[in-house]
Structure formats: structure tokens, C-alpha cells
């Protein structure tokens, strides 16, 4: 299901206990799906970016919120243990050459255009509902485009640690992306993509 759009400000609680991202635990996985005529000759594809940023984790989560950046340049594309995390969609190799042109081609501009947009930013707006089990509704900047969602998260706090994951999926055309077609149109990129985020966070001392 397409994350629900909505309209709102951007307003992460400043007076909540803060919790720094810990890049190296956390991620962002998007998963591009082959499309066309002539899908068969292409591939589906899992680009895993490192995220930054910070979580004020409040008493309820209605006093919580979020800031998150992702930096483009970090984007892999097609690591081998996360295409065989994805399962049977996912199980065809990707050679290092297609790799290599793939993620060239999502850094260009007419992608991500990753020279004048180096960071996607996804800012929270407010949440609602249980503390463990969230909707989210968020601001998220891609490509110097502005879109705010609505989806659920879940979320675990133990001790000094947060854990948070959550799943939406975007179209690419509603953030000015035209999705990639070759052989006149015959194989294509599919224009919704599935979005998952895994933060790991720290509470600061």
C-alpha cells in the first residue's frame, strides 16, 4: 500500500531524552522492482543506504519525534547478503559491471541527481498511538521534493537503547523522478518502490 500523503509542520519535541543514530546499526533499504514486456532481461534491485540523525523518545509517542538523514553517496546497490535477505524476487546475481553502471545511474541526474541533492532528509511531523506501535506521519525531502507521509513503525526501547522499524512505499514520479525504461519501453522500471528503515539509536548521556 502507497504511504497515505498528508499535510502538516514539521515539529520533533525538543524537551524529550535524545537518542543519537548509530550509522553503522542502522539502514535504509529500497527495494526497485523490473517492469515491462521484458522484465525478464532485467532485474529487481536492493539499495542499502547508512542514516544519520537523532530520535527524542518521549513518555508517550505523541512526544516523541524524528530527524533523519540519509547521505545518497552511501547507497549500495545490490549487496549480495541483502538481495539474498529479500528472497526468490531478489535471487538472480547482479555482476559487479551492472552493479556498478546501476548505482552510476541512481547517483545521475536524472535519479537522485546526487551533486545538488547529497542528502534525502525524513523529519517527522507527529506520531500517535501506542508508544510501541506508532503512525507516523512524516516529512520526506528527495531530490529537493517535498512529500509528507503517513505509515506505521514499530518501536523498542531497552535500557540506553532504541530500535525503531518501519515500511512505506513512494512512487518515484511524485518526487520528479521518471523511472529508467530501455528497449523502447520494453523493459522499464517500476514507478512505486518499497522503502524500509531500521534505526538503532543511543540515548545521550
Do not use: C
Not at 521518471?178 to 514507478?191: A, C, I, K, Q
Amino acid at each position: 500500500m502507497l504511504a497515505e500523503p498528508v499535510r502538516a509542520d514539521v515539529d520533533v519535541p525538543s524537551g524529550a531524552p535524545r537518542y543519537t543514530i548509530d550509522p553503522q546499526a542502522s539502514e535504509i533499504r529500497v527495494l526497485v522492482y523490473r517492469d515491462g514486456p521484458l522484465a525478464r532481461f532485467g532485474h529487481n534491485h536492493v539499495v542499502v543506504g547508512r542514516v544519520q540523525g537523532e530520535i527524542r523518545a518521549g513518555v508517550t509517542a505523541a512526544a516523541s519525534g524524528f530527524r533523519l538523514e540519509i547521505p545518497v553517496d552511501s547507497f549500495a546497490v545490490d549487496p549480495p547478503a541483502a538481495r539474498a535477505e529479500e528472497g526468490d524476487e531478489f535471487a538472480a546475481q547482479v555482476s559487479e559491471p551492472a552493479r556498478r553502471d546501476t548505482r552510476e545511474n541512481l547517483l545521475g541526474g536524472d535519479v537522485l541527481d546526487a551533486a545538488k541533492h547529497p542528502l534525502i532528509r525524513i523529519e517527522s511531523i507527529a506520531l500517535f498511538g501506542p508508544d510501541w506501535g506508532p503512525t507516523v506521519m512524516a516529512r520526506v525531502t528527495l531530490r529537493g521534493v517535498t512529500r509528507d507521509l503517513r505509515f506505521d513503525a514499530a518501536v523498542l526501547r531497552q535500557d540506553d537503547m532504541l530500535a525503531m522499524v518501519a515500511r512505506f512505499r513512494i512512487n518515484q514520479s511524485e518526487f520528479g523522478i521518471e523511472p529508467f525504461t530501455t528497449l523502447n519501453g520494453g523493459l522499464r522500471v517500476r514507478d512505486p518502490i518499497d522503502i524500509r528503515v531500521r534505526l538503532v539509536a543511543r540515548r545521550e548521556k
